[in-house]
């Protein structure tokens, strides 16, 4: 069955949370962000998500996700695809990230890492900066 990438809805959250948990990533703010974030569909079931947290004109991309049965189909990378899509769409000119795991995917569609210092305020200002994820986590950039 082919799996279609769209924006979420508000009804999309509880399972939107409930993949973020199952795999491990963080699941703080992105409530307050819903409305520029994708879902990946097989059918009915939502299978992955990614999304944006908005500094104009800077984002973070942030709750990339895949279901365990639906890894290695390229789902993430065309699911942060779709997110560099709609950030050039909403005019963003840099998207930032953190990653313990995920730099090689991120490295693929031309993000580079970049040291917090260099990273704008409101986004070092972020929940995910702040508490959500590790300060272990490495911060890349990419410039659109």
């Known amino acids: 069955m082919s799996v279609s990438i769209e924006r979420a809805g508000g009804g999309d959250l509880p399972e939107i949370l409930a993949l973020l948990r199952s795999c491990g990533l963080p699941q703080e703010g992105l409530e307050d962000h819903l409305e520029t974030a994708l879902v990946a569909r097989s059918g009915a079931r939502m299978v992955g998500c990614a999304a944006l947290e908005m500094y104009p004109p800077?984002?973070?991309l942030r709750s990339v996700a895949v279901e365990r049965g639906h890894r290695g189909e390229g789902?993430?990378?065309?699911?942060?695809?779709?997110?560099?899509?709609?950030?050039?769409?909403l005019g963003v000119r840099e998207v930032y990230l953190l990653t313990e795991t995920a730099d090689g995917l991120f490295s693929r569609l031309g993000f580079e890492p970049v040291s917090r210092g260099e990273v704008p305020s409101p986004v070092r200002e972020s929940v995910e900066f702040v508490s959500a994820c590790p300060a272990s986590a490495r911060v890349m950039a990419l410039r659109l």
């Open 75 to 89: 789902l993430g990378l065309r699911l942060s695809e779709a997110a560099l899509s709609l950030a050039r769409r």
């Open 58 to 60: 800077a984002a973070l």
